[in-house]
């Protein structure tokens, strides 16, 4: 069984930072990417950052700049630092690992509980 915990998720006046985390844990051997993606009330699911088994990055042009995708492959986790938070940052905030495993080393698509972010003075 695959789990992803996140936390590091809250409340934080306009300008301010948080950094969230995602550990995975379970039978993934070959993790492919590790991201993060949001919803904001009343809109589509959209990526954030991910971050490849090549270590290549990619980010949404909203958050170029500010957010930050980092990984320990030790510990099997994934971060998002965030700075220079805004308002229309505020979203849930969910992790997602996509790799092979298990017995058969099929495809696996896992998703986080989604931790909330909310940016409000």
């Known amino acids: 069984q695959v789990q992803l915990v996140e936390s590091g998720g809250g409340l934080v006046q306009p300008g301010g930072s948080l950094k969230l985390s995602c550990a995975a844990s379970g039978d993934i051997v070959s993790v492919k990417a590790m991201g993060w993606y949001r919803r904001a009330p009343g809109k589509e699911r959209e990526l954030v950052a991910i971050i490849t088994s090549s270590v290549s990055t990619n980010y949404a042009d909203s958050v170029k700049g500010r957010f930050t995708i980092s990984r320990d492959n030790v510990k099997n986790t994934v971060y998002l630092q965030m700075n220079s938070l805004k308002p229309e940052d505020t979203a849930v905030y969910y992790c997602?690992?996509?790799?092979?495993?298990?017995?058969?080393?099929?495809?696996?698509?896992?998703w986080g509980q989604g931790t909330q972010v909310t940016v409000s003075s």
């Open positions: 997602n690992v996509q790799g092979y495993g298990g017995s058969t080393y099929s495809f696996k698509n896992l």
